[in-house]
């Protein structure tokens, strides 16, 4: 089974709109891109971004409300970020499970908001360092990826991202062994639950310090099927050889 690749960007609270010129750059430099290409700016920006790219190009969120509409100040509907362009939403990042206490259930429900409005979710798992080092990794994400999934993904529709913490924006990655064990944990975990058709057909991106200089040997281990990417993905000169290597995996 060929799964096509994925190079995703997540700017977190970084980018005003003079940042959108960095897309403009992105798109010119990967017309027809050898993997899909998603970035997920601040929501201020997706209606702008949205508009500004071409169609190589998919933007995203980086979170939504499970509810469709209501009395909840200063939140997002999936349907919102649908209408303001998305295409994606990324769901349950560490950052929002530490930042705005997102439990898996939260996760999941918000999940299943954003499938049914018709996005596509980017579903982030990963372990703390304190939990790698008592050895606790696989536990961890299995025990998230049951959470925070329901029954209704597709292949299509689901994207699941490891991202151990310790290793976001830190500049440590883990060892090439590592993300291998973890990603072919994920994989099997998804064979299991959803059968092969839907377990083969998800892809499973690494994140966390992905940069320029190690993207090529990140890519080249078993079932990575791309990066998410943070600090890197804000300048097109930094995201633009990430793709590059990406293309050529
Ligand atoms: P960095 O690439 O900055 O380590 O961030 C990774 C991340 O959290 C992407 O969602």
């Not at 996005?119 to 925070?148: F, P, Y």
């Not at 999934?149 to 699941?160: A, C, F, H, K, S």
């Not at 058709?197 to 079932?223: D, H, Q």
């Amino acid at each position: 089974m060929t799964r096509r690749k994925l190079a995703a960007g997540n700017w977190k609270m970084n980018g005003t709109s003079a940042n959108l010129a960095e897309l403009d750059a992105l798109a010119k430099a990967h017309p027809t891109p050898g993997c899909d290409i998603l970035i997920c700016p601040p929501a201020t920006l997706i209606a702008r971004a949205a508009q500004a790219v071409p169609d190589q190009i998919a933007i995203g969120g980086q979170d939504c409300h499970q509810n469709e509409t209501g009395a909840h100040t200063g939140d997002i509907s999936a349907q919102m970020l649908l209408d303001a362009g998305a295409s994606h939403v990324i769901l349950g990042h560490s950052e929002r499970r530490e930042d705005h206490e997102e439990s898996d259930a939260d996760v999941r429900s918000k999940v299943v908001a954003a499938l049914a409005a018709g996005l596509k979710v980017v579903v982030c798992v990963g372990e703390s360092l304190t939990e790698r080092e008592a050895n606790n990794t696989l536990d961890i994400i299995g025990g998230q990826m049951a959470g925070s999934i329901p029954d209704v993904v597709t292949g299509e529709n689901l994207v699941v991202a490891y991202e151990p913490i310790w290793a976001i924006g830190t500049g440590k990655v883990p060892t090439l062994d590592q993300i291998g064990d973890v990603h072919d944990f994920i994989r099997a975990r998804l064979e299991r639950r959803f059968g092969v058709g839907v377990g083969r057909s998800t892809r499973i991106l690494y994140g966390g310090s992905v940069k320029p200089s190690n993207a090529t040997e990140i890519f080249a281990v078993s079932n990575v099927d791309g990066a998410l990417v943070g600090g890197a993905s804000l300048k097109a000169s930094d995201f633009s050889p990430i793709i590059a290597a990406l293309e050529s995996a």
